[in-house]
């Protein structure tokens, strides 16, 4: 858990996603902790991580890839991607385009493996769906 | 094993960061950054990210006094029917008349069968053409399957046709591929239960479905006066699905329902409809058809104490096309035909002349929205509309936007709105009883009333202007100020005087009265809110309303009670909601409200407020706890009947559960 004043380290393997999420978070805290973005973080360091981000155009092959999410599970660190197919594969959430909107979907196995808790408010908006299975909204 | 890891909650925020990277920021100039960044969860949600011209303007944009409830909003509203969903809405007056009956209106004229609001579900009229108005507990709709509500206070003819005189409601389900996988979901309390159970499937390759079932049971109330306690226990059952597939380049909706409702054994509802939509999109152009049958059945139903049954078949059929742009000029424009065959029947001594009968309506309209300026837009409008009863109706509106700033409109708009008459105005024969009392000499006095084949439109011309600012992202307020003006309101003329009849026991007097227009008046108001989110866990909305009805009727008229509707509306209005996330899985609303006295009913005014306590106790189960009307004792909200003020039901606090399981 992270102590306060640490920072909320986004990790992010999407060298354009990088650039622009921090540019979005440049100057934003999160309970008075500030938001740093970490550019493709070396593999020893995704401990530190408190969300890591999978980008379509990631550097990481789909068999890497899913070594590192195989190596996360049970840690606390939320997983998201635009890829598709991502929260089926081991990944907590997809965020997807549905007619014209950002969606997310959320794989609950995945989540309360990590024993993250998700607000009302999110999963309400998301389809939720488990390990290999179709979404329920 | 699990490890040894400290639970974490993840807050929304930085989901939503990793959201606009991932999706929005590209196609969003600097900018906008700090103002997406603010942005809700569920506002976000419903930004569009393609990049491709949508020529549907936001709703929020336009040049009317609009409020819109989403689906997050009627969630943590707690409300398991559409007019308590209502109450809280700027403008509007709703009130509970009983068990089963509400009496809703917007801008005043409220009454149990109020005929100056349309309401629509997915572009379907539900407003009655039998007696000009919305029955609320026909109207029974799930839901957790609602996407929004859009409410516009003040004319809509121009666009919707007759009978949008005072406001349009629209509500508009949810689209089949947001309501997958299974949902059942129980409301139990002291006076009312349900169960809905809901499957979402895919349905093909290209498109989504759901099926759904709901029975409810709303127990009875008890009345003001003592002399009788019976209110109507109501129980009802419905089912319907609802399907959506991209099919040739366009998108296609079909749903349909079907349901009974029945009240104290007796007195039933039931009926049916299947619609179907179909829409394309090409370039900047857009067609739309939607097309729907449906059947009403009223049984054993009471209007103003005269029993009736009547079947109502209604088709449905209409085209519209937004034009590319030319130039500076966006046009729509659209066609209509609805035919209703009705059947009706009334127990002696009431009566219908007409009982059988085939009714069409023809129309047309069309708006342009000319760009004056940069920031100054004009919309021009007109639907024509050919009815059985009045023949041609002219609806015209001028809509003027000017935006100075960014976030901030100024809005101004004139328009001309028509009613019809209904079926009963029209050709029915009503009667009613007064019992003995000092005006009648202590005699008993049966009213006759016949309706007028010649009766003609109510007519409005409204004068609106508005403003609205979006301060920062998070504080936005709203004011509008109108006049309506009326004429030829409806009135019931008591020709003559009245007729002493020496009957046994005793003698009574009868009197006769034909339905007029010759009630006109003004009414004048306005409407303020405020929505501000001061933290990602607060959530505030408050509003005042504001009603001045002045009515009078025409020099020589016998109407013996003109001014009543001045007296079913309440002068002011006020709400305020607070919705407060105590924890990532627990959340607080608050909902009060004000309103002021109802002198026709003798109704003094009153605060009261509802609370729900939210929990979402897993990912799959929700559950809440809600409390209604928790200030003060029951109290009557609306009157039953004219002649007996003290006749009227008791709304009394109300508790009840609610759980939501997903799997």
Same mark, same amino acid.
């Given at each position: 858990?992270?102590?306060?004043?640490?920072?909320?380290?986004?990790?992010?393997?999407?060298?354009?996603?990088?650039?622009?999420?921090?540019?979005?978070?440049?100057?934003?805290?999160?309970?008075?902790?500030?938001?740093?973005?970490?550019?493709?973080?070396?593999?020893?360091?995704?401990?530190?991580?408190?969300?890591?981000?999978?980008?379509?155009?990631?550097?990481?092959?789909?068999?890497?890839?899913?070594?590192?999410?195989?190596?996360?599970?049970?840690?606390?660190?939320?997983?998201?991607?635009?890829?598709?197919?991502?929260?089926?594969?081991?990944?907590?959430?997809?965020?997807?385009?549905?007619?014209?909107?950002?969606?997310?979907?959320?794989?609950?196995?995945?989540?309360?493996?990590?024993?993250?808790?998700?607000?009302?408010?999110?999963?309400?908006?998301?389809?939720?769906?488990?390990?290999?299975?179709?979404?329920?909204? | 094993?699990?490890?040894?890891? &400290?639970?974490?909650?993840?807050?929304?925020?930085?989901?939503?960061?990793?959201?606009?990277?991932?999706?929005?920021?590209?196609?969003?100039?600097?900018?906008?950054?700090?103002?997406?960044?603010?942005?809700?969860?569920?506002?976000?949600?419903?930004?569009?990210?393609?990049?491709?011209?949508?020529?549907?303007?936001?709703?929020?944009?336009?040049?009317?006094?609009?409020?819109?409830?989403? &689906?997050?909003?009627?969630?943590?509203? =707690?409300?398991?029917?559409?007019?308590?969903?209502?109450?809280?809405?700027?403008?509007?007056?709703?009130?509970?008349?009983?068990?089963?009956?509400?009496?809703?209106?917007?801008?005043?004229?409220? @009454?149990?069968?109020? @005929?100056?609001?349309?309401?629509?579900?997915?572009?379907?009229?539900?407003?009655?053409?039998?007696?000009?108005?919305?029955?609320?507990?026909?109207?029974?709709?799930?839901?957790?399957?609602?996407?929004?509500?859009?409410?516009?206070?003040? %004319?809509?003819?121009?666009?919707?046709?007759? @009978?949008?005189?005072?406001?349009?409601?629209?509500?508009?389900?949810?689209?089949?591929?947001?309501?997958?996988?299974?949902?059942?979901?129980?409301? &139990?309390?002291?006076?009312?239960?349900?169960?809905?159970?809901?499957?979402?499937?895919?349905?093909?390759?290209?498109?989504?479905?759901?099926?759904?079932?709901?029975?409810?049971?709303?127990?009875?109330?008890?009345?003001?006066?003592?002399?009788?306690?019976?209110?109507?226990?109501?129980?009802?059952?419905?089912?319907?699905?609802?399907?959506?597939?991209?099919?040739? =380049?366009?998108?296609?909706?079909?749903?349909?329902?079907?349901?009974?409702?029945?009240?104290?054994?007796?007195?039933?509802?039931?009926?049916?409809?299947?619609?179907?939509?179909?829409?394309?999109?090409?370039?900047?152009?857009?067609?739309?058809?939607?097309?729907?049958?449906?059947?009403?059945?009223?049984?054993?139903?009471?209007?103003?104490?005269?029993?009736?049954?009547?079947?109502?078949?209604?088709?449905?059929?209409?085209?519209?096309?937004?034009?590319?742009?030319?130039?500076?000029?966006?046009?729509?424009?659209?066609?209509?035909?609805?035919?209703?065959?009705?059947?009706?029947?009334?127990?002696?001594?009431?009566?219908?002349?007409?009982?059988?009968?085939?009714?069409?309506?023809?129309?047309?309209?069309?708006?342009?929205?000319?760009?004056?300026?940069?920031?100054?837009?004009?919309?021009?409008?007109?639907?024509?509309?050919?009815?059985?009863?009045?023949?041609?109706?002219?609806?015209?509106?001028?809509?003027?936007?000017?935006?100075?700033?960014?976030?901030?409109?100024?809005?101004?708009?004139?328009?001309?709105?028509?009613?019809?008459?209904?079926?009963?105005?029209?050709?029915?024969?009503?009667?009613?009883?007064?019992?003995?009392?000092?005006?009648?000499?202590?005699?008993?006095?049966?009213?006759?009333?016949?309706?007028? %084949?010649?009766?003609?439109?109510?007519?409005?011309?409204?004068?609106?202007?508005?403003?609205?600012?979006?301060?920062?992202?998070?504080?936005?307020?709203?004011?509008?100020?109108?006049?309506?003006?009326?004429?030829?309101?409806?009135?019931?003329?008591?020709?003559?005087?009245?007729?002493?009849?020496?009957?046994?026991?005793?003698?009574?007097?009868?009197?006769?009265?034909?339905?007029?227009?010759?009630?006109?008046?003004?009414?004048?108001?306005?409407?303020?809110?405020?929505?501000?989110?001061?933290?990602?866990?607060?959530?505030?909305?408050?509003?005042?309303?504001?009603?001045?009805?002045?009515?009078?009727?025409?020099?020589?008229?016998?109407?013996?009670?003109?001014?009543?509707?001045?007296?079913?509306?309440?002068?002011?209005?006020?709400?305020?909601?607070?919705?407060?996330?105590?924890?990532?899985?627990?959340?607080?609303?608050?909902?009060?409200?004000?309103?002021?006295?109802?002198?026709?009913?003798?109704?003094?005014?009153?605060?009261?407020?509802?609370?729900?306590?939210?929990?979402?106790?897993?990912?799959?189960?929700?559950?809440?706890?809600?409390?209604?009307?928790?200030?003060?004792?029951?109290?009557?909200?609306?009157?039953?009947?004219?002649?007996?003020?003290?006749?009227?039901?008791?709304?009394?606090?109300?508790?009840?559960?609610?759980?939501?399981?997903?799997?």
């Amino acid at each position: 858990m992270a102590r306060s004043g640490e920072p909320f380290r986004y990790c992010v393997f999407d060298d354009t996603l990088a650039t622009l999420l921090a540019k979005a978070v440049a100057g934003e805290t999160l309970d008075g902790r500030p938001l740093v973005v970490l550019r493709q973080p070396e593999f020893r360091n995704l401990q530190e991580c408190h969300l890591i981000y999978f980008g379509e155009q990631s550097v990481l092959g789909p068999t890497l890839q899913a070594d590192v999410l195989r190596r996360l599970t049970g840690s606390a660190i939320l997983t998201v991607s635009d890829q598709p197919g991502f929260a089926a594969r081991g990944g907590m959430i997809t965020l997807v385009r549905k007619r014209g909107r950002i969606h997310p979907v959320i794989n609950t196995d995945a989540t309360e493996r990590a024993e993250l808790r998700i607000s009302a408010k999110l999963l309400n908006l998301a389809t939720l769906t488990r390990d290999g299975k179709g979404g329920v909204q | 094993m699990s490890k040894p890891l &400290a639970k974490r909650s993840l807050r929304t925020r930085p989901l939503l960061l990793a959201a606009l990277a991932s999706a929005a920021l590209p196609v969003f100039a600097d900018d906008s950054l700090s103002t997406l960044k603010q942005m809700s969860l569920d506002a976000l949600a419903d930004l569009r990210v393609s990049t491709a011209t949508h020529r549907s303007e936001r709703l929020e944009d336009t040049a009317a006094a609009i409020h819109v409830i989403t &689906a997050e909003d009627i969630r943590r509203s =707690g409300a398991t029917s559409l007019p308590e969903l209502l109450r809280t809405v700027p403008g509007l007056n709703v009130a509970r008349i009983s068990a089963t009956e509400w009496a809703v209106s917007a801008r005043g004229f409220n @009454n149990q069968f109020a @005929n100056k609001l349309l309401v629509m579900v997915d572009g379907r009229s539900v407003y009655t053409p039998f007696f000009s108005g919305v029955l609320w507990d026909e109207l029974n709709l799930v839901m957790q399957d609602i996407e929004r509500v859009e409410i516009v206070r003040g %004319p809509g003819g121009s666009t919707w046709g007759a @009978n949008a005189v005072n406001g349009v409601i629209n509500v508009i389900t949810r689209h089949a591929e947001d309501t997958q996988g299974t949902l059942l979901s129980v409301v &139990a309390g002291d006076l009312q239960s349900e169960l809905v159970l809901r499957n979402g499937f895919k349905a093909g390759e290209t498109g989504h479905a759901r099926v759904w079932a709901k029975i409810h049971q709303n127990d009875r109330l008890a009345r003001a006066s003592t002399d009788d306690s019976e209110d109507i226990r109501w129980r009802g059952g419905r089912a319907g699905f609802r399907g959506d597939w991209e099919v040739g =380049g366009g998108t296609l909706m079909l749903e349909g329902e079907s349901f009974r409702e029945l009240k104290r054994e007796e007195r039933a509802y039931s009926g049916a409809h299947l619609l179907g939509q179909w829409s394309q999109t090409r370039g900047e152009a857009r067609d739309e058809v939607r097309a729907y049958v449906n059947r009403f059945t009223l049984d054993h139903w009471r209007v103003l104490n005269n029993g009736a049954r009547a079947e109502l078949d209604t088709f449905d059929l209409s085209y519209r096309h937004h034009f590319s742009p030319v130039g500076r000029h966006n046009l729509i424009a659209g066609i209509g035909y609805r035919n209703i065959a009705s059947d009706a029947v009334m127990t002696p001594p009431a009566g219908v002349s007409r009982s059988s009968r085939t009714d069409q309506l023809f129309s047309a309209f069309a708006e342009d929205t000319l760009a004056l300026a940069e920031r100054l837009q004009l919309t021009v409008g007109v639907k024509v509309e050919h009815n059985e009863f009045t023949g041609v109706e002219w609806q015209p509106s001028a809509r003027m936007r000017w935006t100075p700033v960014k976030g901030n409109t100024l809005w101004a708009s004139v328009a001309r709105a028509v009613r019809t008459p209904s079926i009963i105005e029209d050709s029915a024969r009503l009667s009613s009883y007064i019992p003995p009392r000092a005006f009648t000499g202590g005699l008993p006095l049966f009213i006759t009333s016949h309706g007028n %084949p010649n009766l003609q439109a109510e007519r409005l011309v409204a004068y609106e202007v508005g403003y609205r600012a979006q301060v920062t992202p998070r504080l936005s307020f709203d004011a509008t100020v109108f006049l309506n003006d009326y004429d030829r309101l409806l009135t019931v003329d008591m020709i003559g005087a009245p007729r002493l009849v020496p009957g046994l026991p005793s003698p009574y007097l009868t009197w006769n009265a034909q339905a007029g227009n010759a009630l006109r008046g003004t009414a004048r108001g306005f409407e303020l809110s405020m929505d501000y989110r001061p933290a990602d866990t607060w959530r505030l909305q408050a509003s005042y309303s504001h009603l001045d009805m002045n009515l009078s009727t025409e020099p020589g008229n016998t109407e013996i009670n003109p001014l009543r509707a001045a007296g079913e509306s309440p002068t002011h209005q006020a709400t305020l909601i607070a919705r407060h996330d105590l924890r990532h899985d627990l959340e607080l609303d608050l909902q009060a409200r004000y309103v002021s006295a109802l002198s026709t009913y003798a109704i003094p005014d009153y605060l009261t407020a509802d609370l729900r306590l939210g929990w979402r106790a897993t990912s799959r189960l929700d559950l809440s706890f809600n409390g209604r009307n928790l200030i003060g004792p029951a109290r009557k909200e609306f009157g039953t009947n004219l002649v007996n003020a003290s006749d009227a039901y008791l709304i009394p606090r109300e508790y009840y559960v609610t759980a939501n399981l997903r799997f």
